[in-house]
């Protein structure tokens, strides 16, 4: 079959997008995040156009005050109903509209984490998100007019390139700037924010160390390969695990060091979207009185398990794209997917399978 | 889309996060019809902060962190003053503001520059800027 043919058919795949539904619920909140000054400042009758601002084109919409306000507080309601799953086409299709408007608005409004938020919108905007976790979902069940789950799967291959690119794109950004490399610019950030740090309570050990230029030329160099292994860690399905591992506490660890806005939240969430889509690809065979019979079905967010409770002794993982998982390692190699679960179990997971892999009788 | 914002200001679609750690403090004045430099936090009818704010514009005063780098910041900083320039009806005695910029490039420095805004008043430009 030739290259072409096959990228042809994988655009016109088709799947469970259930984790873009999970993804949706949670960009609800951080557009409110996103927009709180803006109501709070409309609150108080003040709107952009009242304050320095900067066009980005002479011919782009602008709408006046009244509008303005009537189109934000549309906003809020509709991020809301983003989120509760109430008619969620037109909500997510509105709050995309509104956020993106917002910020083509004026270049004050730019931000890096808010085109990145604005990549997720859209991307749940062009997607039927509305079909799981959703009130059109109850709405539906009560009408008896089900939707079916497959849908398109190329937005999410879309949106999975372009975050992967926005890390490799930080992180090339840093490796091409001496000054980011070497570590001059994390040393500088610590020696100004010194005196403040240790006001709010950090240990003045810690910023000394910090102010330490060997200190932040290993510090600088290891956040560029973080921001790598994460990059490129989420293209390989061996690798990422591991890098939404590492995205947690990397994402957590910016957000209390450094005034990022809304990133952190919505790179968190999207984290969703590395989880593979499949409707109940995996086949869990557990004993009847097993808790994971009554766990899974309560944790299994994303979709991906069948439990069949069954009057065995053992644990049996079926999964058709890997080995079956018998007993503890098809324990853990199931928590490792549950999203609840996974931060504790992924680690425990890899090095249960190094011990057993390094064992003589292997 | 990312190569490209390399030759922006601000980066737009460029990703690239927390570029620098420079820092930069700015002295403001109005240029009167008859020459004379008055600060723009002295003696007028409007405040700064009350039509510049956010972006690390809010307070230009003192010595603070350039946000997203200095080019995004003077990008930024440059349209504030043309923006005042054109939004201040009521004084009508500036002919410009002027601004001089201080500031470090990743603790290098400190360097001087010279912004000026949009001129408000054709008519009397020549004499301002007469000898």
Same mark, same amino acid.
């Given at each position: 079959?030739?290259?072409?043919?096959?990228?042809?058919? !994988?655009?016109?795949?088709?799947?469970?997008?259930? !984790?873009?539904?999970?993804?949706?619920?949670?960009?609800?909140?951080?557009?409110?995040?996103?927009?709180?000054?803006?109501?709070?400042?409309?609150?108080?009758?003040?709107?952009?156009?009242?304050?320095?601002?900067?066009?980005?084109?002479?011919?782009?919409?602008?709408?006046?005050?009244?509008?303005?306000?009537?189109?934000?507080?549309?906003?809020?309601?509709?991020?809301?109903?983003?989120?509760?799953? $109430?008619?969620?086409?037109?909500?997510?299709?509105?709050?995309?509209?509104?956020?993106?408007?917002?910020?083509?608005?004026?270049?004050?409004?730019?931000?890096?984490?808010?085109?990145?938020?604005?990549?997720?919108?859209?991307? #749940?905007? #062009?997607?039927?998100?509305?079909?799981?976790?959703?009130?059109?979902?109850?709405?539906?069940?009560? $009408?008896?007019?089900?939707?079916?789950?497959?849908?398109?799967?190329?937005?999410?291959?879309?949106?999975?390139?372009?975050?992967?690119?926005?890390?490799?794109?930080?992180?090339?950004?840093?490796?091409?700037? !001496?000054?980011? @490399?070497?570590?001059?610019?994390?040393?500088?950030?610590?020696?100004?924010?010194?005196?403040?740090?240790?006001?709010?309570?950090?240990?003045?050990?810690?910023?000394?160390?910090?102010?330490?230029?060997?200190? !932040?030329?290993?510090?600088?160099?290891?956040?560029?390969?973080?921001?790598?292994?994460?990059?490129?860690?989420?293209?390989?399905?061996?690798?990422?695990?591991?890098?939404?591992?590492?995205?947690?506490?990397?994402?957590?660890?910016?957000?209390?060091?450094?005034?990022?806005?809304?990133?952190?939240?919505?790179?968190?969430?999207?984290?969703? #979207?590395?989880?593979? =889509?499949?409707?109940?690809?995996?086949?869990?065979?557990? =004993?009847?009185?097993?808790?994971?019979?009554? @766990?899974?079905?309560?944790?299994?967010?994303?979709?991906?398990?069948?439990?069949? =409770?069954?009057?065995?002794?053992?644990?049996?993982?079926?999964?058709?794209?890997?080995?079956?998982?018998?007993?503890?390692?098809?324990?853990?190699?199931?928590?490792?997917?549950?999203?609840?679960?996974?931060?504790?179990?992924?680690?425990?997971?890899?090095?249960?399978?190094?011990?057993?892999?390094?064992?003589?009788?292997? | 889309?990312?190569?490209?914002?390399?030759?922006?200001?601000?980066?737009?679609?460029?990703?690239?996060?927390?570029?620098?750690?420079?820092?930069?403090?700015?002295?403001?004045?109005?240029?009167?019809?008859?020459?004379?430099? /008055?600060?723009?936090?002295?003696?007028?009818?409007?405040?700064?902060?009350?039509?510049?704010?956010?972006?690390?514009?809010?307070?230009?005063?003192?010595?603070?962190?350039?946000?997203?780098?200095?080019?995004?910041?003077?990008?930024?900083?440059?349209?504030?003053?043309?923006?005042?320039?054109?939004?201040?009806?009521?004084?009508?005695?500036?002919?410009?503001?002027?601004?001089?910029?201080?500031?470090?490039?990743?603790?290098?420095?400190?360097?001087?520059?010279?912004?000026?805004? /949009?001129?408000?008043?054709?008519?009397?430009?020549?004499?301002?800027?007469?000898?």
């Amino acid at each position: 079959m030739s290259r072409f043919r096959r990228l042809n058919q !994988q655009i016109d795949t088709v799947g469970d997008l259930r !984790q873009l539904s999970v993804l949706r619920i949670l960009l609800g909140p951080v557009v409110l995040l996103h927009l709180r000054d803006t109501f709070t400042a409309a609150r108080d009758g003040i709107v952009y156009s009242d304050r320095f601002y900067l066009p980005y084109f002479d011919w782009y919409p602008e709408v006046g005050p009244t509008l303005y306000e009537v189109l934000l507080w549309a906003c809020a309601i509709s991020a809301i109903a983003m989120s509760v799953g $109430l008619a969620t086409r037109l909500a997510t299709s509105y709050t995309a509209l509104f956020v993106g408007y917002n910020i083509f608005l004026s270049k004050t409004h730019f931000a890096h984490n808010r085109t990145f938020l604005l990549i997720l919108l859209v991307t #749940i905007a #062009i997607v039927p998100v509305g079909r799981h976790y959703s009130f059109d979902k109850l709405v539906r069940r009560w $009408l008896r007019s089900p939707e079916p789950d497959a849908t398109p799967l190329w937005p999410l291959w879309l949106v999975r390139f372009e975050v992967a690119a926005v890390y490799c794109a930080s992180g090339a950004s840093k490796v091409i700037d !001496q000054d980011w @490399w070497s570590g001059r610019v994390l040393q500088l950030r610590a020696i100004d924010n010194r005196e403040l740090a240790i006001d709010q309570g950090a240990p003045s050990w810690l910023m000394d160390a910090l102010a330490d230029g060997t200190v !932040q030329s290993w510090l600088s160099k290891a956040s560029v390969l973080t921001e790598f292994v994460i990059g490129l860690g989420f293209l390989h399905r061996r690798t990422r695990l591991l890098a939404i591992w590492v995205a947690i506490p990397f994402h957590l660890t910016i957000q209390i060091g450094a005034r990022v806005q809304v990133f952190s939240w919505a790179a968190l969430a999207a984290l969703v #979207i590395w989880v593979t =889509p499949g409707d109940h690809t995996r086949e869990l065979i557990v =004993p009847r009185n097993h808790r994971l019979a009554r @766990w899974v079905p309560r944790l299994d967010w994303f979709g991906r398990f069948r439990v069949d =409770p069954d009057d065995g002794q053992t644990v049996l993982l079926m999964d058709n794209r890997g080995p079956d998982r018998r007993g503890s390692d098809g324990i853990w190699t199931t928590l490792s997917r549950l999203p609840a679960t996974f931060i504790v179990a992924g680690p425990v997971l890899a090095i249960r399978r190094r011990r057993w892999s390094s064992a003589p009788d292997s | 889309m990312i190569v490209i914002a390399y030759d922006s200001d601000h980066k737009t679609f460029g990703f690239q996060m927390f570029p620098e750690s420079s820092r930069w403090e700015a002295d403001i004045v109005r240029v009167q019809a008859d020459g004379a430099r /008055v600060a723009v936090n002295q003696e007028w009818e409007y405040r700064w902060s009350d039509m510049v704010r956010g972006r690390g514009l809010t307070n230009p005063f003192g010595r603070h962190h350039a946000d997203s780098g200095l080019r995004n910041q003077f990008g930024y900083f440059q349209g504030a003053l043309d923006w005042v320039a054109e939004n201040t009806p009521d004084d009508q005695s500036t002919v410009r503001l002027e601004a001089v910029v201080t500031y470090t490039d990743n603790g290098r420095g400190p360097f001087e520059r010279v912004f000026t805004s /949009v001129t408000r008043f054709t008519s009397v430009t020549s004499e301002a800027d007469s000898p």
